[in-house]
């Protein structure tokens, strides 16, 4: 199987410090959507990915996925434009029980999404997934029976608002075994997405996502490079972990922006 960077994003707006542990500035979004207009790379959809990592199909050299997770009204205003202005297919993970409410982020809160603005989004063209669990993970262990009540009302949800076919489901992380797998795939979901590393090869029951959620523009060139895509889901993430070698990165790069001033 083959694979093409997923990319995810979080909230992109200006924001307290504690809340951009996982976000971007919108100025940050725009470069970075500028850099991939400008050099060459083709925004797939997730459809479009998954048929290349299935070998369906096979697209060009330097694709890549774009995902926004969480359903905040940041996507709509300072995401959605943007990607509009490029023409490019992106998916929105949203949590349908807090669609038109408040999400909270390091204990602060934020503003989701109305449901008249996620069939805005789709109308556009832009696909709409699950983000399932109530925006929590699923690494460490997981009451499978619950998790299947919550993912169904979850879906039932969002046709009840939104009448169209739901195709993938995201966690924040982790990867579903093989009974929720099965379970999940009966409910019409292609393709289940997560953020990496998850530790194993890429199939549909887990594509690990690269997260973006860095200003600094090195960090992000390694981040779609394809040095990252080949060492994010492998064993030997956790020793580039453990002995702080991503930290190691992240210091030479504010070295080297330093002395560029």
Same mark, same amino acid.
């Given at each position: 199987m083959?694979?093409?960077p997923?990319l995810?994003?979080?909230?992109?707006?200006?924001?307290?410090?504690e809340?951009?542990?996982?976000?971007?500035?919108p100025?940050?979004f725009?470069?970075?959507?500028?850099?991939?207009?400008?050099?060459?790379y083709?925004?797939?959809?997730?459809?479009?990915?998954?048929?290349?990592?299935?070998?369906?199909?096979?697209?060009?050299?330097?694709s890549?996925a774009?995902t926004?997770?969480?359903?905040y009204?940041?996507?709509?205003?300072?995401?959605?434009?943007i990607?509009?202005?490029?023409?490019?297919?992106t998916?929105?993970?949203v949590?349908?029980?807090a669609?038109?409410?408040e999400?909270?982020?390091?204990?602060?809160?934020?503003?989701?999404?109305?449901?008249?603005e996620?069939?805005?989004l789709?109308?556009?063209?832009?696909?709409?997934?699950? $983000? +399932?669990n109530? !925006?929590?993970g699923?690494? #460490?262990?997981? /009451?499978? @029976?619950?998790?299947?009540?919550? =993912? *169904? &009302?979850s879906?039932?949800l969002?046709r009840?608002?939104?009448?169209?076919q739901?195709?993938?489901?995201?966690?924040?992380e982790g990867v579903p075994?093989?009974?929720?797998w099965?379970?999940?795939?009966?409910l019409?979901?292609?393709?289940?997405f997560?953020?990496?590393p998850?530790?194993?090869?890429a199939? $549909? +029951?887990?594509i !690990?996502r690269?997260?973006? #959620?860095d200003? /600094?523009h @090195?960090?992000?060139?390694?981040? =779609? *490079? &394809?040095t990252?895509?080949?060492?994010?889901?492998?064993?030997s993430?956790?020793?580039?972990?453990?002995?702080?070698?991503?930290k190691?990165?992240?210091h030479l790069?504010?070295?080297?922006?330093r002395?560029?001033?």
């Amino acid at each position: 199987m083959r694979e093409v960077p997923v990319l995810l994003y979080h909230n992109v707006g200006h924001y307290p410090d504690e809340m951009m542990e996982d976000g971007l500035l919108p100025e940050t979004f725009v470069e970075q959507m500028q850099y991939f207009a400008e050099n060459g790379y083709t925004i797939v959809s997730l459809e479009q990915a998954v048929d290349h990592l299935n070998g369906y199909s096979k697209l060009p050299p330097k694709s890549t996925a774009i995902t926004i997770d969480g359903g905040y009204g940041d996507a709509y205003t300072n995401v959605f434009p943007i990607l509009k202005k490029h023409n490019w297919t992106t998916t929105f993970f949203v949590v349908p029980e807090a669609i038109g409410r408040e999400r909270l982020i390091k204990g602060k809160s934020i503003a989701c999404m109305t449901w008249d603005e996620v069939r805005a989004l789709s109308d556009a063209g832009m696909e709409i997934g699950l $983000l +399932a669990n109530g !925006g929590a993970g699923i690494r #460490d262990h997981y /009451d499978e @029976n619950l998790l299947k009540e919550s =993912i *169904s &009302n979850s879906l039932n949800l969002m046709r009840n608002n939104f009448q169209k076919q739901i195709r993938f489901c995201a966690f924040k992380e982790g990867v579903p075994g093989a009974s929720l797998w099965n379970f999940i795939q009966t409910l019409g979901i292609k393709a289940v997405f997560t953020q990496c590393p998850t530790n194993q090869a890429a199939t $549909l +029951a887990g594509i !690990g996502r690269i997260q973006i #959620d860095d200003d /600094d523009h @090195n960090i992000f060139l390694t981040k =779609i *490079s &394809n040095t990252y895509l080949f060492f994010k889901d492998r064993p030997s993430w956790k020793y580039i972990r453990k002995y702080h070698m991503d930290k190691l990165v992240h210091h030479l790069s504010e070295t080297w922006n330093r002395i560029k001033g």
